[in-house]
């Protein structure tokens, strides 16, 4: 039937449900299975009949997450089963003593069975739907009065408006975290900090500070997710006897759930997923700071009850901290590929968390005069997930009078031009160009690095070494190495092995397509997405260096700033002098042809949705997205029978269990690196 003679609540009713699904496709699961403009013509129509029908607009429609007016104060709510903390345990004898009373109190059951999950940094909130449909949200508060953030929580995207399947109870009040990754937490700062705005002091901060705002708008705007780790009440219909079937449950019902719980036994069992949490805590995408043991029987936790304000059968083992201080010994300026100028902390070298530091970043000028760091202060500094080491401020009680002020430079320490600060821009930079020898050192790492042109065999250390001996002096250098096989062969640490690797390694990065060379050109604000957009709009690079600002502003992303650097990078005659001897001497195909063919060959897993579950050794999960991206995959969270392969790491999780179930194949680490080697699927793909 066609939509429009449809009864109007018919198809609300549909296109709620539709919406629903691909949000939860979308946003829960990593996986869409329509286009964005597919899905943004269909919430158009959503809009377009409740404005025609407002009697039938109801507020679990996806029209509704936004758009709540500014609260004047937050409204409290108590919470009618009170929100607990939990027990810390620090060393290992604080958990055999947790175990041994749980034990205990079931009457000597040897072997008791935990749920094991991440502790997540982030804001406990509870979630209250009744007959599926999102009610109430509220903080924890005090744990037995917290605050009405019901308009903000809805923002979410993550967070179902109404939970969709069998068996939703009439009241189902749920517990999670509200936290904010990684990425969108340094993306928030970074955009501070250039807006000369102060800066959030860590990822929890941002995620409490942004559900705390009177007006929900503020909190639509800012990169908030949310998991969800349990259930306050449930009232109607047949709870689940374990956390574990509990977890599964919520999960089917489109509730965010963290992947990476998993069933244990015993104090061995909580031991290996802490120590294998911990290893795993710094490429995770968001914040952990310990991991948390439940017993899994509800029927026993019934038994155990509660002492004080935490239960007695749940505990969080927690992680040593990252934040550590230590001695500033001075700071040095960095140049980087575009002459901004990065403050670095030379810091006496510390442990964090298993790793020395021995510099962290002061971003800019700015942040430094901010945080007044001067030679001789102690230093608080932290790491936090794969970001750069960073000081986070000055310990004052430990400042010694003696303390030094620290002089910013005003003329570049590589080269001595002078280093100016435009208008509004945080960024302070040498005006030196590609006479800075530190800027051309920046942007030749760049250009061969694994996302841009990918030479292997050519690292940060060889670049050096290839810059002070005047081999390369620009990026067309590169291409001429093999004129100087002999020297290459006769320079420190490298044998005639290396050396025809590193050649064939240059040879090979001919092949890659315009959107990479494009991105490896380091063309300011252009990055990955920026350059394939461009590559795929205009073809070749001479139609891309003759389009005016006009045609540059039509492609995805590019604004006027952008289309400017654009511009000016084709217009400098070094660059164009750079770009002609590529041309000639690299003799790279993507100028005068489409680079779609080449693009195409080179990704036999164009199309193909592929999934990465349990430890990695020989690369990081974000590696290995990117690579198997390079192929053309697109990486997806989640399993189902359109999968074309699961990735089966160390410890995987219940994804191995599914995709087995659902007879998708299943690759090994080795299978993966062969085929991101070889280009070719392991046999039987
Ligand atoms: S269970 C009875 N599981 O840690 C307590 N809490 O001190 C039930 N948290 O504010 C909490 N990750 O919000 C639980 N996987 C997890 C958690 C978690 C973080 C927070 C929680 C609470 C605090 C407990």
Redesign the pocket.
Known sequence: MNPSEQDPRQRLAELRDRLHYHNHRYHVLDDPEITDAEYDRLFAELVELERQFPEHVRPDSPSQRVGAKPVSRFVEVPHEVP??????LFADSDLMEFDRRCREGLGGEEGIRYCA?????????SLRYQHGVLQRAAT?GDGRVGEDVTAQLRTIAVIPLCLAGEGIPALLEL???VYMPLAGFEAWNQAARERGEKPFANPRNAAAGSLRQLDPQVTAGRPLQF?C??VGQWEGGNPPATHAAMLEQLQAWRLPV?AL?ETVVGVAGCLDYYRRMEAKRASLPYE?????Y?LDSLVARERLG?VAR??R??A?HKFAPREVSTLLLGVDFQVGRTGVLTPVARLQPVSVGGVMLSKATLHNFQELLRKDVRVGDTLWVRRAGDVIPEVVGVVWERRPAAAAAIILPTHCPACGAVVVQAQGEVAARCVGGLACPAQRKEGIKHFISRRAMNIEGMGERMVTLLVEEGLVQNLADIFTLSEHRERLIGLERLGEKSVDNLLLAIELSKQRHLGQFLFALGIRDVGETIAHNLARHFGTLSQLMLADREALEGVAEVGPVVAEHLRQFFQESHNIEVLNRLRRIAGTHWWDFPSSPPMMESQPLAGKTVVLTGTLHSLTRQEAKVRLEGLGAKVSGSVSDRTFFVVVGESPGSKRQRAESLGVRLLTEADLLSLLESKLMPDGC
């Open positions: 929100m607990l903390s939990l027990d810390n999950e991440p502790k997540l940094d982030g804001v406990a909130v924890r517990r999670g975290e998991f780790h349990g963290c719980w952990i700071d310990g991991v948390v439940k509660f935490s239960p059968w749940a969080a």
